[in-house]
């Protein structure tokens, strides 16, 4: 079964940067597309970005010009990022993968999630 593990949150001032890390573990996996989501407080989880395994990218319009999705396939590592950080910024980042199984079936897997927070 693929792990997914988040690094890289943290708390930042407005306008600063932060890059996050997703790395993939387990054995005999193939993931395809990979991305991001996040969860503020009392809000559902929404995407953020992802990018599949051939390079397809694609953002929320609250993100687009201020962060950057991008894998490493040789690392099994998704990043993410994140410039320009606003205070509505602030919440959960959840990793998420989908796994083609050696079955041939598409299983999507989660992160623990990594907090962010924007403040002054």
């Known amino acids: 079964q693929v792990q997914l593990v988040e690094s890289g949150g943290g708390l930042v001032q407005p306008g600063g940067s932060l890059r996050l890390s997703c790395a993939a573990s387990?054995?005999?996996?193939?993931?395809?597309?990979m991305g991001w989501y996040r969860q503020a407080p009392g809000k559902q989880r929404d995407s953020v970005a992802s990018?599949?395994?051939?390079?397809?990218?694609d953002y929320a319009d609250s993100v687009k010009g201020r962060f950057t999705i991008s894998r490493d396939d040789a690392k099994n590592t998704v990043y993410l990022q994140m410039n320009s950080l606003r205070p509505e910024d602030t919440a959960v980042y959840y990793c998420?993968?989908?796994?083609?199984?050696?079955?041939?079936?598409?299983?999507?897997?989660w992160g623990q999630g990594t907090l962010v927070t924007v403040s002054s």
């Open positions: 387990g054995s005999r996996f193939r993931l395809t597309a």
């Open positions: 998420n993968a989908i796994e083609l199984t050696l079955s041939y079936k598409y299983v999507e897997r």
């Open positions: 990018i599949t395994s051939t390079g397809i990218i």
